[in-house]
T-cell receptor
Framework: QKEVEQNSGPLSVPEGAIASLNCTYSDRVSQSFFWYRQYSGKSPELIMSIYSNGDKEDGRFTAQLNKASQYVSLLIRDSQPSDSATYLCAEISGTYKYIFGTGTRLKVLA | ETGVTQSPTHLIKTRGQQVTLRCSSQSGHNTVSWYQQALGQGPQFIFQYYREEENGRGNFPPRFSGLQFPNYSSELNVNALELDDSALYLC?????????????FGSGTRLTVV
């Protein structure tokens, strides 16, 4: 059974700090990974995708992928209270199906 | 360009009843995927429709069924509702079955089974 695992949290960080969210996956052949943000009661929205080892930056967000260790992470710099949400990590299984982790709840304290 | 729209936004059903949820795909998208998200969990893949045919299915019983219409909109039908079917049902459309660029989800339908 292919799995994506995340710590459910909550992860609490002070405003302005760096939030670090982590995810591990079991399928060694997985190639594509995604981070989604989900506010309470809302649908997930795509933040970033990453396909290659290393870092990918987009504004305050940096995704990191390490295929040898089978982990993906998301860094949020200068965290704001509006970043408080659940962050879902996902991988593609086969060519069409996402496998999601259970999500990490982030709280940014003002 | 319109996004993915789902209806209804909320509904309450009684155990044993049947329900139909609807999804209008984003303009130009021919693929629709349905996910179930129970409280505190990540979304779970139900099935995908591509050009009116089921293109893949997750670990859900046959009482979960679907349709895709010529305009690529889609329905999710659930028969013999159980309490555990209470969840947020999410629809996502994409240009093709491969989702390498990420999905855009609709706002979801919150189903409560009592």
């Amino acid at each position: 059974q292919k799995e994506v695992e995340q710590n459910s949290g909550p992860l609490s960080v002070p405003e302005g700090a760096i939030a670090s969210l982590n995810c591990t996956y079991s399928d060694r052949v997985s190639q594509s990974f995604f981070w989604y943000r989900q506010y309470s009661g809302k649908s997930p929205e795509l933040i970033m995708s990453i396909y290659s080892n290393g870092d990918k930056e987009d504004g305050r967000f940096t995704a990191q992928l390490n295929k040898a260790s089978q982990y993906v992470s998301l860094l949020i710099r200068d965290s704001q209270p509006s970043d408080s949400a659940t962050y879902l990590c996902a991988e593609i299984s086969g060519t069409y199906k996402y496998i999601f982790g259970t999500g990490t709840r982030l709280k940014v304290l003002a | 360009e319109t996004g993915v729209t789902q209806s209804p936004t909320h509904l309450i059903k009684t155990r044993g009843q049947q329900v139909t949820l609807r999804c209008s795909s984003q303009s130009g998208h021919n693929t629709v995927s349905w996910y179930q998200q129970a409280l505190g969990q990540g979304p779970q893949f139900i099935f995908q429709y591509y050009r009116e045919e089921e293109n893949g299915r997750g670990n859900f019983p046959p009482r979960f069924s679907g349709l895709q219409f010529p305009n690529y909109s889609s329905e999710l039908n659930v028969n013999a509702l159980e309490l555990d079917d209470s969840a947020l049902y999410l629809c996502a459309s994409s240009l093709e079955p491969g989702a390498n660029y990420g999905y855009t989800f609709g706002s979801g339908t919150r189903l409560t089974v009592v």
